[in-house]
Every structure is written in C-alpha cells, then in structure tokens.
C-alpha cells in the first residue's frame, strides 16, 4: 500500500524491551490514529492526533506512549509490555476529525508479539 | 450508548449465491455508517459509506448496502459471491464524543465463501 504504510510488519519483543512503530501517510491527511485489533474483539481506539495534537487517550496504560512530529508521522513508543499487548496494531488516517463522515484509511498493521 | 453490532461471527455461502452480513446500530442523531473489509495480514480496505439520501448504497467490488432507519439496520450485500470475497467484514457508525467524531466498530463478521 502506498497510502498509509506502517512499519515493521511484524515485531517480537521481550517484556523489558523498548521499540517504536513507525506509521506514515502519504494521503496529505490532518488526522491520525492507533488501533489496537485483538482476535475476536472490537478494534479499540487508542489514540486520536488531529493537527499534531493528541485529542483522545482511551484509558491505555502508559506503557503505551505515542508521538506526532507531523502530520504524516505517527509513532507507537512501546516498554515494558505484557504479553496480553501481543496484537495487530493499525494506524488510519482521515482529513479532519470533525469533518462530516470521518472515512479512514488503514496501513496494513503491525503484528506485535510479546513473549 | 453509541454502538454496532454484528450479530454473526460467520457467514457461509456457496460461489454465486446471494450473501448478507448483517449490522445494526445504536446512535443519537442521523447515522453515519462505513463498512470495512480486511484481508489476511492486511489492514481495513473501506467498501462503502451512507450519509444521507438514497437508502441502498453500492461501494466497491459490487457490493452495497441497504440502511433501513426504522430498524437500525446497514446489511451488506452481493448478489453473486466469489471466492475472492473470503474475509473479515467491519461495520461500523459515526460517534460524537469529546469535541470530535470518531469511528465505533462491530466485533467483524468472518465471511466464507466456498466454491
């Protein structure tokens, strides 16, 4: 995909590891997001960024901290994880967050594997 | 409360029947609703939007979807399904909440289509 692409695709750390996803859009877009995507239950809204200012912390745990540079990038700072973290985490991005319909546009995820 | 439900976790259909994927909703004011679909190991690819006018809305891939208002109702539809269609379906409605709009998701829909 060339219109959100996020990176890397698959990522295996250990409980005391610190690492970073990466997300970047390429759709000239003014909002971004995170989602969490566990099997067999709802995608949970992580984090919302509209103009590089973060609107929305659904209740994560800090373990969870999240960056926006820019419009473009999104990043996921990740440290000391549990394994019940292990998921598909998906960015999206849209124009706007208050814009009449909202439609999404999804990178292809990282799948993320906590041991 | 504002929410989707996808009352299936599957669906199977023969090639070149007729298949639905159903989804209601529950939320205040005129209903903005998406459907989604995802691939293996690929994000959520948008199919189709309602906002307002005609209640049968047709999207990518030759599906469509009918809103039914006094029901709640989105289904989605195909009148000929292909095997290519196997994948996991998402509805999912506008929500206003903290200043902005954001998407709520349905728990997705597993759709099989056998040859």
């Known amino acids: 995909e060339t219109g959100v692409t996020q990176t890397p695709r698959h990522l295996v750390m250990g409980m005391t590891n610190k690492k970073s996803l990466k997300c970047e859009q390429h759709?000239?877009?003014?909002?971004m997001y995170w989602y969490k995507q566990s099997a067999k239950k709802p995608l949970e809204l992580m984090f919302v960024?509209?103009?590089?200012?973060?609107?929305e912390n659904n209740s994560v745990p800090s373990r969870f901290s999240p960056e926006c540079p820019n419009s473009s990038h999104l990043f996921l700072h990740l440290h000391t994880l549990q394994p019940e973290d292990s998921a598909l985490y998906l960015c999206?991005?849209?124009?706007?967050?208050?814009?009449?319909?909202?439609?999404?546009?999804f990178g292809p995820g990282t799948r993320l594997t906590v041991l | 409360a504002q929410s989707v439900a996808q009352p299936e976790d599957q669906v199977n259909v023969a090639e070149g029947n007729p298949l639905t994927v159903k989804c209601t909703y529950s939320?205040?004011?005129?209903?903005?609703l998406f459907w989604y679909v995802q691939y293996p190991n690929r994000g959520l690819q948008f199919l189709l939007k309602?906002?307002?006018?005609?209640?049968l809305v047709k999207g990518s891939y030759g599906f469509e979807a009918e809103f039914n208002k006094s029901q709640t109702s989105f289904h989605l539809k195909k009148p000929s399904a292909l095997v290519s269609d196997s994948a996991l379906y998402f509805c999912?409605?506008?929500?206003?909440?903290?200043?902005?709009?954001?998407?709520?998701f349905g728990a997705g829909t597993r759709l099989a289509v056998h040859p």
């Open positions: 999206a991005s849209s124009q706007g967050v208050g814009t009449s319909y909202n439609e999404q546009f």
């Open positions: 999912a409605v506008r929500a206003f909440s903290g200043g902005y709009n954001k998407l709520i």
């Open positions: 759709l000239g877009h003014n909002a």
């Open positions: 309602y906002i307002t006018g005609d209640n």
């Open positions: 939320v205040s004011g005129n209903p903005y």
């Open positions: 960024y509209s103009l590089e200012e973060r609107v």
